[in-house]
């Protein structure tokens, strides 16, 4: 059998994997994945509906230099050591395998986005030491994962900042901590997918050339409403450049996801406004949800809530499925992580409507039980 992650985005089982009950997307609340609720910008928009016969019939520019070049301006960060990928799941299958070469145990905190141990335990077969947030509300003790490198010899550690499932963060001076803990003895990754809910200076990109053995993995698909267009980008260490773009297959970004891209980028003031709407709206539903005194929510700095059914006598997944009947899709997290109870769902934040649906349906599903 095929060895895959778990995953939200159950929506295709409602429109169909080829796309033939489209109109469902319409009747269904996919808050089950953090696809960004909001569109692209419209000068996205507009740039692929001018564009869409040609960059449909035509190949990209090679390696993606033009985007590139954008992405190097937009973050003042190395254009050099930006490798572009199909997506960050792309970087995540075919950088992972030669970042962590050693025996030892990759650090992960738990829960955490689920490829990365995936791809290391499943498909590579390295040890795991999966480093527990739960005890600490999900907040990363900062002084213990410290301490732990002191305490045994390890392969790695891969941070998720801000964290998803979790939405918790970690701060710029604790982040330097860790890497200055590491101090080089092995390869330290931060995927910043979720960048742009913190402040710009959570952001490693700028230190990575002080540390030698710093990559970071950014995502196009949650910030900037282009999760379809499938476009990452991995920040690697100089010396890994040449090796890592030598490896990259070319075409690897199609072209209009390359127009949409560069386009995105130019638009800071709407991704601004759209994050800004986020957090508005994601206070909105936390507040909304606290009204449910079954139900514990965990604060997030990310587009969605992690709630606690301990108090609400339903399991994750009972209450997963019978929430998918009404139409709203939401995530059961036990599967991020190895010590998670099935007690924990991730609700991601939608439109104004779908986020009243998702508390009516929250509102049903509670009361009928
Ligand atoms: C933390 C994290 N990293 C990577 C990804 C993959 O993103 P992409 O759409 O770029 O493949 C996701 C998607 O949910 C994510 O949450």
């Given at each position: 059998?095929?060895?895959?992650c778990i995953?939200g985005g ?10 033939r009950g489209?109109?469902?997307i319409y ?6 994945v953090?696809?960004?609720w909001?569109p692209?910008?419209p000068?996205v928009?507009?740039?692929l ?11 990209p520019p090679?390696?993606?230099n ?5 992405i190097a301006?937009?973050?003042?960060i190395?254009?050099d050591?930006i ?7 792309d970087l995540?299958f075919?950088?992972?395998?030669s970042?962590?070469l050693?025996?030892h145990?990759v ?7 689920g490829?990365?141990?995936h791809v ?5 077969g ?11 509300a999900?907040q990363?003790?900062v002084d213990?994962l410290?301490?732990l490198f002191e305490a045994?010899?390890f392969?790695g550690l891969v941070l998720?900042n801000?964290?998803?499932?979790t939405?918790?963060?970690l ?7 860790i ?7 092995f390869?330290v990754?931060?995927?910043?997918t979720?960048f742009?809910y913190?402040?710009?200076d959570c952001s490693m990109e700028?230190e ?5 053995n710093?990559?970071?993995f950014r995502?196009l698909?949650k910030i900037?409403?282009?999760?379809g267009m499938?476009?990452?980008y ?7 450049s040449n ?5 990259t ?8 996801s390359q127009v949409a891209?560069?386009?995105a ?6 991704t601004r ?7 508005m709206r994601?206070n ?5 949800l606290?009204?449910?005194d ?5 604060g ?20 997963v ?8 899709l939401?995530r059961n997290i036990?599967s991020q ?5 099935d007690r924990?769902?991730?609700?991601s934040?939608?439109?104004y409507?779908d ?5 009516q349906?929250i509102?049903e599903v509670?009361?009928?039980?």
């Amino acid at each position: 059998m095929l060895n895959h992650c778990i995953h939200g985005g159950k929506l295709y089982q409602f429109i169909g994997d080829d796309f033939r009950g489209l109109s469902n997307i319409y009747s269904t609340v996919a808050a089950d994945v953090l696809d960004a609720w909001y569109p692209p910008s419209p000068n996205v928009l507009s740039k692929l509906q001018e564009n869409l016969s040609w960059g449909s019939r035509t190949s990209p520019p090679l390696v993606a230099n033009g985007l590139r070049r954008a992405i190097a301006e937009t973050f003042v960060i190395p254009e050099d050591q930006i490798v572009m990928g199909n997506g960050s799941s792309d970087l995540i299958f075919r950088l992972l395998p030669s970042i962590f070469l050693s025996h030892h145990p990759v650090i992960i905190p738990a829960p955490s986005y689920g490829e990365y141990a995936h791809v290391l335990s499943d498909l590579c077969g390295k040890k795991i030491f999966h480093f527990p947030t739960y005890e600490t509300a999900f907040q990363l003790d900062v002084d213990a994962l410290i301490e732990l490198f002191e305490a045994a010899r390890f392969g790695g550690l891969v941070l998720v900042n801000p964290c998803n499932p979790t939405g918790q963060y970690l701060k710029r001076e604790e982040l330097i901590a860790i890497l200055d803990a590491v101090d080089n003895r092995f390869p330290v990754l931060i995927d910043e997918t979720y960048f742009a809910y913190l402040p710009r200076d959570c952001s490693m990109e700028s230190e990575i050339n002080e540390y030698e053995n710093l990559y970071i993995f950014r995502s196009l698909s949650k910030i900037y409403g282009l999760s379809g267009m499938r476009i990452g980008y991995a920040l690697v260490p100089a010396k890994m450049s040449n090796y890592y773009r030598a490896r990259t297959p070319p075409y690897t970004v199609a072209t209009l996801s390359q127009v949409a891209a560069i386009e995105a980028l130019k638009d800071d003031a709407y991704t601004r406004s759209m994050i800004a709407e986020t957090r508005m709206r994601r206070n909105n539903l936390h507040k909304d949800l606290l009204r449910f005194d079954q139900l514990t929510i965990i604060g997030s700095e990310i587009n969605s809530l992690l709630v606690d059914l301990e108090n609400a006598d339903v399991s994750a997944d009972i209450f997963v499925h019978a929430m998918a009947k009404k139409g709203v899709l939401v995530r059961n997290i036990s599967s991020q992580g190895n010590r998670y109870p099935d007690r924990f769902v991730r609700i991601s934040v939608m439109d104004y409507d779908d986020n009243l649906r998702i508390v009516q349906a929250i509102r049903e599903v509670l009361g009928e039980r």
